[in-house]
C-alpha cells in the first residue's frame, strides 16, 4: 500500500475508493466499471493539478519519500553485471556509500552512490544514508580505480549530508570530504552525477564534483536542510513550524528547476507523474537515457580536455555583486551577511542566489 504526503490526502481519498469499488466488482457480479473509470479519470486530474503547482517544500518531501528509489534499486534496474567491492583499506566499510563495478548501457563503469536503507533496521545499518568518513574514502578509492583502468564514474546522490558524530570528526570527516572535492576535479576519467533524492550539503557534493551533473525532477541540492536554515535564522527555544520550513526551502531555492536556473546542474531527468516511487522502471529507463548519451559523450574528449573542462565549469559557478549604500538591515538577514559585514551598511560583496530572508 502507498504512503502518501499530507498535500496528497484528497488523491488518497480517491485511490481508496477506487480500490474498495475494485474489490466489489471482483467479489460478485456487479459491473463498476463505468463507476472506476470516473473515479479514475478525476484522481489523474487532481493528481496533475496538485503536482503542477508543489511548492519547494514539497517538493522536498518528495524527495524524502520513504518508498523512493535508492541507488541500489537503480543499479538492479540500468546496471549489468553489478559486482559491489567494500571498504576503503583504513578504517572499515561504511554501508551508507555503495559502489562496484558494472555496465551501463553496455560501457563498463565504476558506480558510486548513497544508500539509505529501507525500513529501521536496514536505515540504522546504513546510518539513514550518512557517511563517515571512510565512506568518502571508499568512493575516492574506487574513483581512483576507474582512473587507472580508464573506466568512467558515475555517482548517484541521496543523503541528507554527511555523519556529523564525534567519531566521525576525529577520523577526519572534513577532511575526507575536501580531499574527494579535490581529487574528483582532476579526476582524468569522466564523471557524471545524478541526484536521485536528497542532495544535502558537502556529504552531497563529496560525490557530486562531475563532468555533467543531472537531477531528477523532485530531487533536492542544497547546502543545508530546510530545517537546518530555519533553526539557524528564526528558532527561538526550538519554536518552529512548516510553514518556517517552507520559508527557508524558497530562500535556498533547492530544487531542480532553481538550479538548472542557476546553471548549477546540466538538465533535469523527468519523474512520473507521483513522482519516481510511483514508477521505477520508467524513472529508471529515464536515467539510462541520460546516462549512455553523457557517457558515449565525454569518454570521446581527450583527457587533458576534459580536466581543463570541468575546471573550468567550476570555476564559473556561482555569480557575486557589489552592494553599496545598504542602511536598513534586519536581523535576519545579518545572518546571510557574513563574519565581515558591516552591520550598518551590510555586506561589501554577497552571491546573487542562496538565502535572502527578507524576501
Avoid at 194 to 223: H, N, P, Q
Wanted: proline share 5%; charged share 25%.
Amino acid at each position: 500500500m502507498s504512503t502518501y504526503l499530507e498535500f496528497e490526502k484528497p488523491i488518497e481519498e480517491l485511490e481508496l475508493k477506487i480500490e474498495e469499488l475494485r474489490r466489489l466488482s471482483s467479489g460478485s457480479n456487479l459491473n463498476l466499471g463505468e463507476e472506476i473509470r470516473t473515479l479514475e479519470k478525476k484522481a489523474q486530474g487532481l493528481r496533475e493539478n496538485i503536482y503542477k503547482n508543489l511548492t519547494r517544500w514539497q517538493k522536498t518531501l518528495i524527495a524524502r519519500h520513504a518508498e523512493r528509489p535508492y541507488t541500489l534499486d537503480y543499479i538492479k534496474l540500468i546496471v549489468e553485471d553489478f559486482v559491489e567491492l567494500h571498504g576503503d583499506r583504513r578504517f572499515s566499510d561504511d554501508l551508507a556509500i555503495v559502489g562496484g563495478l558494472g555496465r551501463i548501457g553496455g560501457i563498463s563503469c565504476v558506480i558510486v552512490g548513497h544508500q539509505k536503507g529501507r525500513g529501521v533496521k536496514e536505515r540504522i545499518h546504513r546510518n539513514f544514508g550518512q557517511p563517515h568518513p571512510e565512506g568518502y574514502r571508499k568512493a575516492l578509492r574506487l574513483m581512483k580505480m576507474a582512473e587507472r583502468f580508464g573506466l568512467p564514474v558515475v555517482t548517484f546522490i541521496d543523503t541528507p549530508g554527511a555523519y556529523p558524530g564525534i567519531g566521525a570528526e576525529e577520523r577526519g570527516q572534513a577532511q575526507a570530504i575536501a580531499t574527494n572535492l579535490m581529487e574528483m576535479t582532476r579526476l582524468r576519467t569522466p564523471i557524471i552525477a545524478v541526484v536521485i533524492g536528497e542532495g544535502g550539503s558537502g556529504g552531497a557534493l563529496a560525490l557530486g564534483v562531475s563532468d555533467r551533473l543531472y537531477m531528477l525532477e523532485y530531487s533536492t541540492y542544497s547546502v543545508i536542510s530546510p530545517e537546518g536554515c530555519s533553526s539557524i535564522l528564526w528558532s527561538k527555544n526550538g519554536d518552529l513550524s512548516a510553514s518556517d520550513f517552507s520559508r527557508a526551502a524558497d530562500a535556498l531555492k533547492l530544487t531542480a528547476n532553481d538550479l538548472l536556473t542557476f546553471g548549477i546542474i546540466a538538465d533535469i531527468i523527468p519523474e512520473p507523474m507521483g513522482g519516481a516511487h510511483r514508477d521505477p522502471v520508467t524513472t529508471s529507463g529515464n536515467i539510462l537515457e541520460a546516462l549512455v548519451g553523457a557517457l558515449e559523450e565525454f569518454m570521446s574528449m581527450p583527457t587533458d580536455k576534459l580536466v581543463q573542462a570541468r575546471y573550468e565549469h567550476i570555476r564559473a559557478l556561482g555569480e557575486f555583486e557589489e552592494r553599496a549604500g545598504i542602511t536598513n538591515i534586519s536581523p535576519e538577514s545579518i545572518g546571510n551577511a557574513g563574519p565581515d559585514a558591516d552591520p550598518k551598511t551590510g555586506p561589501k560583496t554577497g552571491p546573487k542566489t542562496g538565502i535572502d530572508a527578507d524576501k
